[in-house]
């Protein structure tokens, strides 16, 4: 089965159906997702901003992030090595959140799935 690695910024398009959600879906189907443990606390990041914005839909919001974390929905969540995460930081200019997916990527030899184009462009070059 094929393994990818899903950041924050695909993982909340789904959660909370924002544009792009239907790519990352197709992208997601079929695969076993992987992701740092730090994932869960970036969600819950965007959940707090959302309910903050919208307090009328703060119930459906979180209920949208325990469904998305429940661990039956399969996303394996992977320690990785924070010295690694600081090296790729450093050679990507990326933020050391950001280059943990990178870091997982690598140690797994799987794909990522993200809708940060600055991610993306880390990635491609």
Same mark, same amino acid.
């Given at each position: 089965?094929?393994?990818?690695?899903?950041?924050?910024?695909? %993982?909340?398009?789904?959660?909370?159906?924002? #544009? +792009?959600?239907?790519?990352?879906?197709?992208?997601?189907? +079929?695969? #076993?997702a992987?992701?740092? =443990? $730090?994932?869960? *606390?970036?969600?819950?990041?965007?959940?707090?901003?959302?309910?903050?914005?919208s307090?009328?839909?703060?119930?459906?919001? $979180?209920?949208? %992030?325990a469904?998305? $974390?429940?661990? @039956? @929905? +399969?996303?394996?969540?992977?320690? #990785?090595?924070?010295?690694?995460?600081?090296?790729?930081?450093?050679?990507?200019?990326?933020? #050391? *959140?950001?280059?943990s *997916?990178?870091?997982?990527? &690598?140690? $797994?030899?799987?794909? %990522?799935? =993200?809708?940060?184009?600055?991610?993306?462009?880390?990635?491609? &070059?």
């Open positions: 089965m094929k393994r990818v690695v899903v950041d924050a910024s695909a %993982l909340a398009a789904l959660a909370f159906d924002e #544009v +792009g959600s239907d790519t990352i879906a197709r992208r997601l189907r +079929g695969a #076993v992987h992701a740092p =443990t $730090l994932l869960m *606390y970036e969600l819950a990041n965007v959940a707090w901003k959302k309910a903050q914005r307090p009328g839909q703060a119930t459906a919001i $979180l209920q949208s %992030l469904d998305t $974390l429940d661990p @039956r @929905r +399969g996303i394996v969540l992977c320690p #990785v090595d924070v010295s690694d995460a600081v090296l790729i930081a450093r050679a990507t200019g990326l933020t #050391v *959140y950001d280059a *997916y990178l870091c997982l990527a &690598g140690m $797994l030899g799987a794909d %990522l799935v =993200t809708l940060d184009e600055e991610l993306a462009n880390a990635l491609a &070059g």
